[in-house]
């Protein structure tokens, strides 16, 4: 069974400096995806990067950047110049298919962020 | 212009009572999803339809009983409400178009059962 483990439960950065997220998964599949998402105290889970197993460049949006290591079965998230809009839950999810057009996501149990003024 | 919605937000009941959330989404997405969220936020899967569906059925007492009129709507009925009901459950709908996957999800029904 595939499991996802985020080890750090709880983390704070300051203002501007950057802060790096753990996530590790455990697999057998070779063909997967797996997601960093974001819950604020309004409690919205919001998408903030994926990342294509079958992709060997880590993927970046904005501030937000991967290291995917497939053969480690890591993908922690670095967030630069970390915002008080940052103060959130962070949870990896790994995605697998179940069927032709449905998918199964696993999440890891979340890393509370706080960011410091 | 909300892309899943879910009624109620928030939800406080007596236990024994019978319940339902309500989810719909406006993407046109095939697949949906419900998550129960508890106290420690772990997130986890309870079911999954795909187009009317039935595809995921996780360890989910059979008090809890999911309906899925057409493929915008993923309702959750909760019979016999216990204390350990208690919880933030999530609406998620998905589709893989040109290799997407991501999930969009619901505000999320906060149920409180005393």
């Known amino acids: 069974a595939q499991t996802v483990t985020q080890s750090q439960p709880e983390m704070s950065v300051q203002e501007a400096e950057t802060v790096t997220l753990s996530c590790t998964y455990d697999?057998?599949?070779?063909?997967?995806?797996l997601f960093w998402y974001k819950q604020p105290p309004s409690r919205q889970m919001i998408l903030v990067i994926r990342?294509?197993?079958?992709?060997?460049q880590n993927a970046t949006e904005n501030r937000f950047s991967v290291n995917f290591q497939k053969a480690a079965k890591s993908f922690s998230l670095k967030i630069s110049d970390s915002q008080l809009g940052d103060t959130a839950m962070y949870f990896c999810?790994?995605?697998?298919?179940?069927?032709?057009?449905?998918?199964?996501?696993?999440f890891g149990t979340g890393t509370r962020l706080k960011v410091l003024a | 212009d909300t892309a899943v919605s879910q009624t109620p937000k928030y939800l406080v009941t007596q236990m024994g009572n019978d319940k339902s959330i309500k989810c719909e989404q406006n993407?046109?997405?095939?697949?949906m999803y419900w998550y129960k969220q508890d106290s420690k936020k772990f997130l986890k899967i309870m079911f999954s339809?795909?187009?009317?569906?039935?595809?995921i059925n996780e360890t989910v007492p059979n008090r809890f009983s999911p309906k899925s009129p057409d493929k915008a709507h993923l309702n959750l009925h909760i019979n016999s409400l216990e204390l350990g009901d208690s919880a933030v459950y999530f609406c998620?709908?998905?589709?893989?178009?040109?290799?997407?996957?991501?999930?969009?999800f619901g505000p999320g029904t906060r149920l409180t059962v005393t």
């Open positions: 998620a709908s998905s589709q893989a178009v040109k290799y997407v996957y991501e999930q969009y």
């Open positions: 999810a790994f995605m697998k298919q179940v069927t032709s057009g449905t998918y199964k996501y696993i």
């Open positions: 339809y795909n187009n009317k569906e039935l595809i």
């Open positions: 697999t057998s599949e070779s063909n997967y995806y």
């Open positions: 993407l046109g997405h095939d697949t």
């Open positions: 990342q294509e197993a079958y992709k060997q």
